[in-house]
């Protein structure tokens, strides 16, 4: 008799050892379901497990819960291993032994085969790949989001230079004198003066410092002698000052709009006096800038 009770004692051990709940004495505790799942979550020491039948029920885990891995080919063994809870990650089919039936959310033990394991190890490593796949993505949209703003800030950017050379283009007709001398000249003369000359080259440096300038030169002649004549006086004038404005004064010849003979048109004092013929035997010269291409 004594033989038979140490005999099921050792069976009793071994199944306790594998964490299978079994049939004892009367004598002993009462039957405490356990509870199988797959852990689906996890917060510390806290578990959330999901089964067929179960719902969703929370189990906690203590310093005290004892963890196996059931080994072997049909995920029993005699002599389980006995890991830590960091083993316990979401995905991972388990067996919860309850501490008691009044405490079910407190576990005794927790089991699982080894080929569960195996599987969410499988699991994880198939789902590496496409992380890593999001994540070089994520990486390139983010290359692509500043590339954009950088794009966005050059068009932006490109439309204010735009609108500057509109803003240029339209006032291209519009020029603004910013100066004009007048050149005297003696009775059919074309030559000029000492003066007229310092005059022009004041002038020209006075047009140099303006960006996009034009220089425009008129002759005129007083009403003396006939039309035809005082026509070709006119543009003689009008040419001597062009002439020296280019070679003397280093005016470039693009600057200088043409010449032109005003005759003894547009008169500034009267002819029938000396003073007046005087002040008619003359060139203007005028400066204008234009508004777009000096700005």
Not at 74 to 102: D, H, M, N, T, Y
Not at 113 to 131: C, G, H, N
Not at 245 to 257: H, K, N
């Amino acid at each position: 008799m004594r033989l038979q009770e140490l005999v099921a004692k050792v069976i009793v051990g071994f199944a306790v050892l594998a964490g299978f709940a079994v049939s004892v004495p009367a004598q002993a505790q009462s039957k405490v379901d356990n509870i199988e799942g797959v852990i689906t979550s996890r917060n510390g020491d806290n578990l959330v497990l999901r089964g067929r039948g179960l719902g969703v029920i929370n189990v906690s885990i203590t310093s005290a819960t004892n963890i196996y891995e059931l080994q072997g080919p049909l995920g029993v063994g005699i002599f389980p291993s006995r890991l830590s809870p960091e083993v316990l990650e979401p995905g991972l089919r388990v067996i919860v032994e309850p501490v008691s039936a009044a405490q079910k959310n407190v576990a005794k033990t927790i089991q699982f085969k080894t080929s569960d394991l195996e599987t969410l190890y499988a699991i994880q490593a198939a789902l590496a790949v496409p992380q890593a796949q999001i994540q070089a993505l994520t990486q390139e949209l983010a290359a692509q989001k500043q590339y954009n703003t950088i794009q966005d800030h050059a068009i932006a950017a490109g439309k204010d230079a735009d609108a500057a050379i509109n803003r240029r283009i339209s006032n291209l007709a519009d020029y603004d004198q910013k100066a004009e001398i007048i050149v005297l000249f003696d009775v059919n003369s074309a030559n000029l003066s000492d003066k007229s000359k310092a005059d022009l080259k004041d002038f020209a440096a006075k047009a140099k410092a303006f960006r996009g300038y034009l220089i425009q030169v008129a002759g005129y002649a007083d009403s003396a002698g006939s039309a035809g004549r005082n026509q070709t006086l006119s543009d003689r004038r009008a040419e001597s000052v062009v002439h020296y404005l280019q070679q003397e004064c280093d005016v470039a010849l693009s600057r200088v709009l043409t010449p032109i003979a005003m005759g003894t048109s547009n008169p500034v004092a009267p002819n029938e006096t000396a003073q007046g013929r005087m002040e008619n035997r003359r060139a203007t010269v005028r400066l204008a800038v234009n508004r777009g291409i000096g700005e």
